[in-house]
């Protein structure tokens, strides 16, 4: 075989060996095992052939290439999907000091206690609740609508209403 199919083969497989590293654990062994093949390869280059500023360039482009591709890959691999976390939905989270369900307040029309930028506490039915202004910032004493809850949290927005409704009004 000829000295130029020598330094490629062993730049191919020192390449496969570094993707490889990636993907299996080895103390570094085969990441040592790739370096010494990409090695190889320049030296095979320089020595038996003219192309070695070719092979040089080759490696320079290829190895980060090649490592930022095994590094791309391996989240989507069986294993790591097993090691990684998968990060809850925002349906799925609940707070922990939260009292019961805050579905039934939707709709209703409460008080900002505090500035809510974007959270802050509001009064709602005599209760005071943390909120969550849907956009932007609402003063304190606003008259504020309970739009969702997400998270545990309920999501607030300035009530279209200008004052609070009375027994009179019921």
Same mark, same amino acid.
């Given at each position: ?90 349906? $799925? ?7 019961? /369900? ?14 809510? /930028? ?6 709602? $039915? ?30 607030? /927005? ?13």
């Amino acid at each position: 075989m000829s000295a130029v199919l020598w330094a490629i083969l062993f730049l191919v497989f020192g390449l496969i060996l570094l993707i490889a590293e990636v993907f299996v654990p080895s103390g570094g062994m085969i990441g040592l095992l790739a370096g010494g093949l990409l090695l190889a390869s320049l030296w095979q280059a320089f020595t038996q052939t003219e192309y070695g500023l070719y092979f040089l360039l080759t490696d320079v482009l290829l190895m980060p290439l090649t490592l930022m591709y095994a590094v791309y890959l391996w989240p989507k691999t069986p294993f790591a999907k097993k090691v990684f976390l998968t990060p809850p939905e925002a349906e $799925e989270m609940t707070v922990s000091h939260g009292g019961g /369900r805050l579905d039934h307040l939707i709709g209703q029309i409460g008080r900002s206690l505090t500035p809510l /930028r974007p959270s802050g506490s509001v009064d709602l $039915e005599g209760r005071r609740l943390d909120a969550m202004a849907e956009s932007g910032l609402i003063e304190s004493g606003t008259l504020i609508q309970v739009v969702r809850v997400q998270a545990g949290q309920l999501v607030v /927005r300035t009530a279209p209403q200008q004052s609070l409704p009375t027994f009179d009004d019921m």
